[in-house]
């Protein structure tokens, strides 16, 4: 049974067009042209994909969804998507705490009187505000999506993993059957400290697309946050546009589907 919708936070996403919760099964998601989610070297984070995620209350263990759509142009995307670490839209502070130990007293100066009034060289120090504390860059979130991508006027199983130095992206083949029809059911698992990221073949059953050694080590439960994504990179003009009955042109969305969605 798919988490409540209260659970679930919403990306790039019309409040009116996240499902209740009794359609949590079965949904959609529109994303526009020149949407995405992905990063690239040096802290260029692109997220304006729309997104549902959600975090867990026990440990993460598996999830799946299938996933369709009209794919049409390229680069056209939809599936999971796991975060560890902070999601986008979100910033974790890195600020250190105030020290609150109090300013040392300040110590006589010794050598020739002062001038009534005037303040030693050691006062002069003691009341100049302390240098400010060194603050690491805060670390950027690591997260993995899965899902069905369009390429080269076919759809593939797709998968990116992304650190804090950049992201890869990987296509597989998909069976000449599959790779006409326009659905694919996905889906991630947790291993130790792997994630294990897999897609439905109809001869074969569940064949594992990639394993990510890394993805969980170091990453606290309650920083783990899972859900869905729907992307249309593409923005290549007119052929993103549909022209309407009384004239001029309407922006053509990805609509994709997602059913029986399933987060543990």
């Known amino acids: 049974m798919p988490p409540a919708r209260s659970s679930f936070t919403a990306l790039n996403v019309p409040d009116d067009a996240v499902p209740e919760w009794m359609q949590m099964d079965s949904f959609t998601l529109a994303a526009p042209p020149n949407t995405d989610l992905w990063r690239k070297p040096p802290s260029r ?67 020739a009187p002062l001038a009534a009034g005037q303040p030693s060289a ?40 992304a650190t804090s130095d950049g992201a890869d992206w990987a296509l597989s083949a998909l069976s000449p059957l599959q790779a006409r029809r326009q659905d694919l059911r996905v889906k991630m698992e947790r291993i130790g400290y792997a994630l294990w990221v897999w897609y439905m ?13 890394w993805f969980f080590w170091g990453v606290e439960d309650k920083m783990v946050r899972v859900g869905v994504y729907a992307s249309r990179p593409a923005n290549i003009g007119a052929s993103v546009y549909d022209r309407r009955n009384g004239g001029g042109y309407r922006q053509r969305n990805l609509r994709v589907e997602f059913e029986g969605l399933e987060i543990y």
């Open 122 to 161: 050691v006062t002069q120090r003691s009341l100049r505000p302390p240098p400010p504390p060194y603050m690491a860059p805060a670390p950027a979130s690591k997260w993995v999506k899965v899902g069905l991508e369009f390429c080269n006027n076919a759809c593939h199983a797709t998968s990116v993993c």
């Open 201 to 213: 073949d109809d001869v074969a059953g569940w064949k594992k697309l990639r394993e990510v050694t």
């Open 45 to 111: 984070d692109t997220s304006t994909a729309p997104m549902l995620y959600t975090a867990l209350r026990s440990p993460f263990v598996a999830a799946e969804v299938t996933v369709s759509a009209d794919w049409e142009l390229e680069w056209d995307q939809g599936g999971l998507v796991i975060f560890a670490g902070a999601p986008p839209g979100h910033i974790v502070s890195n600020r250190a705490s105030p020290d609150p130990s109090p300013a040392p007293a300040p110590v006589p100066a010794s050598g």
